[in-house]
Nanobody, 124 residues
Framework: QVQLVESGGGMVQAGDSLRLSCTAS????????AAWFRQAPGKERDFVAT????????DYADSVKGRFTISRDNAKNTVYLQMNNLRPEDTAVYYC?????????????????WGQGTQVTVSS
């Protein structure tokens, strides 16, 4: 099992930027296909962005296209989510997830490894 840890969340104003990081917490673990999801208070978990093992098949939710960028550095065993021009509606707990295959994915059931979540709060 791969344990993931997210970091980089915080409280910002609308229009600001944050970069989230997701790293495997064990040296023997690897992040293959990965994705970011988010869950706002009182709502279900939603897809945000995904990326394949070699950085292929990148995809985003429509609500974040043009503002968010997912990337990875396999040498550091880390996946990133750069979030620009943040909006209050982006406020949520952001979760990193990975799977044991190399593929990207958009649904939470495809992913078996999850981080604890990091809070992103955007005020107007």
């Amino acid at each position: 099992q791969v344990q993931l840890v997210e970091s980089g969340g915080g409280m910002v104003q609308a229009g600001d930027s944050l970069r989230l990081s997701c790293t495997a917490s064990t040296r023997t673990g690897s992040i293959y296909g990965a994705a970011w999801f988010r869950q706002a208070p009182g709502k279900e978990r939603d897809f945000v962005a995904t990326i394949g093992w070699i950085g292929n098949n990148i995809d985003y939710a429509d609500s974040v296209k043009g503002r968010f960028t997912i990337s990875r550095d396999n040498a550091k065993n880390t996946v990133y989510l750069q979030m620009n021009n943040l909006r209050p509606e982006d406020t949520a707990v952001y979760y990193c997830a990975s799977r044991d295959s190399v593929d990207a994915g958009r649904t939470s059931v495809e992913f078996v490894h999850w981080g604890q979540g990091t809070q992103v709060t955007v005020s107007s």
